[in-house]
């Protein structure tokens, strides 16, 4: 009964996501709406597009191992970059007539940044998109109680979402978040409230949060946890920022105000709201301690992401575990949805208009309904590959690449006059190497990956803009002042 209610949640999403599909006439309706979207609604979607598979089951399965300080990168991180996109960012990328956040490189720096770009964006989303698709076969799998498996799962649960995003674009992903997040929302805070009552009360629940010191968030004051905890914050928190997703919601917006504050209070409802899967994963471990323990004996993240679904299927009622799994799918959808829509219309929009310049708008509008498909494919290939992989290391790893190689020439290119072509193809350059170097050597055991390439990042545009022109100032003749 309970898988059959899931499918048919399911069918009645992509009816409304087919529904929102009318309005999609050309290229701009697909990909930001048309630029018609209220405040209201850039809110629900750049909440909903943050609140995926890994704030219902990887920051929990974290935070019961690792407390607060464990799960900096997400939410904290991933929030703050919503409000430092709304505060910062959008109103001066609102005011320029763009389609994707790689159009900006192209404008400020010339094609080769924006291809490399477009190609670092690109590869940032594999991740992120095989977690959605990972958490929907684990959905499937608990659902049917193994009768579908996880990789079948994954077919079913990407075939769903394709269904309304291959012909709505952002239309649909809009529309199918603003109802979702209700559902999630709702969902989650009634789970909450049914758990903590289990559990003995509210306050028992954060008591014994406060007893396993989970509420510690700050690291050890030693150079390599500080550098650590740095590098975790600074993942989501800047490398989330040049994403087609977050672009598309801003351009989407129907005036600045929407698109300035819409991301600032989504960012700060995503914060707030994390909490609850933290609240209820606690509260499972006071309802069924023997169950938990096992769980978490493993020593592996996939088995404590299991926790919250145990809970759900084995301690509350028919009616709760509606709620709690059409609450997750609404997350996962939601996410799912908008992380296969925008790197398809980068892909089109900036890299495969280099090779095809005279498409007409409806033919461009068709390659983008394509690409979605295919990245559909190859991000479900890639998910049943890594289906052994935790939920919150795909998610955070996606961003590193994008935290090295693209959010510092966006943000010089935006508030630095100066900054130059040569300074922001050596921050690429410089970010990359650096990044690698540390990563696939001992050196990284000790420093952060993400950190020293952010830094050569910085690095990279600071010498690559001033190295020339301090050359060319020495190289200038010196001519003699009047009267020596």
């Known amino acids: 009964m309970l898988l059959t209610l899931v499918i048919v949640y399911l069918l009645i999403t992509i009816v409304i996501g087919l529904w929102a599909a009318r309005r999609v006439k050309n290229t701009a309706d697909f990909a930001i709406a048309g630029r018609h979207l209220p405040m209201f609604m ?4 750049t909440f ?4 995926g598979s890994e704030t219902v089951m990887g920051i929990p399965a974290t935070f019961i191992k690792d407390g ?38 192209r404008e400020r720096y010339g094609r080769l940044v924006e291809i490399i770009c477009s190609l670092i964006i ?48 952002m239309w649909s992903v809009a529309v199918t978040d603003f109802i979702q997040m209700i559902i999630l929302v709702c969902g989650l805070l009634i789970l909450a409230v049914f758990a903590g009552q289990q559990a003995g009360g509210a306050a028992q629940v954060i008591a014994y949060a406060q007893q396993k010191d989970l509420f510690s968030f700050w690291p050890p004051m030693q150079t390599k946890e500080i550098l ?14 040049p994403q087609q997703d977050v672009f598309q919601r801003v351009m989407s917006a129907k005036d600045e105000k929407a ?14 709201f994390a909490f609850v899967p933290m609240f209820l994963v606690t509260s499972a471990l006071i309802i069924m301690p023997e169950t938990t323990e096992q769980l978490l004996s493993t020593g592996r993240k996939v088995d404590s992401q299991m926790i919250l679904p145990t809970l759900v299927r084995t301690q509350m009622p028919f009616v709760m575990q509606v709620l709690f799994f059409g609450a997750l799918l609404s997350a996962i959808k939601s996410t799912a949805s908008a992380t296969l829509l925008a790197p398809s219309v980068t892909f089109v ?40 992989k935790p939920i919150y290391e795909m998610v955070s790893g996606a961003y590193q690449v994008t935290l090295v190689g693209a959010i510092v020439p966006l943000t010089a290119g935006l508030y630095w006059r100066r900054a130059t072509t040569q300074g922001a193809v050596l921050s690429i350059v410089l970010g990359l190497a650096t990044w690698l170097l540390f990563n696939l050597t001992s050196l990284g055991e000790d420093w952060p990956a993400q950190l020293m390439g952010f830094l050569g990042g910085i690095a990279g545009m600071l010498l690559g803009t001033l190295g020339p022109q301090v050359l060319a100032d020495r190289r200038a003749p010196h001519h003699a002042l009047p009267g020596l």
């Open 48 to 51: 909903a597009t943050w609140f």
């Open 42 to 45: 850039i809110v629900t979607t």
């Open 349 to 388: 929009e900036n890299i495969w208009r280099q090779f095809f310049p005279r498409q007409s708008d409806q033919e461009e509008l068709r390659t983008m309904r394509i690409t979605v498909l295919v990245f559909s494919v190859l991000v479900c290939t890639y998910a049943i590959l890594s289906k052994d």
């Open 228 to 241: 650590f905890f740095i590098g975790a914050a600074i993942t989501m928190m800047l490398g989330s920022i």
């Open 68 to 105: 607060l300080g464990g799960v900096v990168e997400d939410p904290f991180g991933a929030g703050f970059c919503l409000i430092l996109v709304g505060l910062f960012f959008s109103a001066r990328l609102y005011k320029m007539s763009l389609l994707t956040i790689s159009d900006y490189y």
């Open 122 to 169: 690109l590869l940032s989303y594999l991740g992120w998109v095989a977690a959605q698709v990972t958490a929907l076969g684990l959905v499937f799998n608990v659902l049917s109680e193994g009768a579908i498996s996880a990789p079948m799962g994954m077919l079913i649960g990407t075939a769903s979402i394709l269904a309304y995003t291959l012909f709505g674009g």
């Open 259 to 272: 698109a300035t504050r819409g991301p600032v209070i989504g960012g700060i409802c995503y914060i707030l």
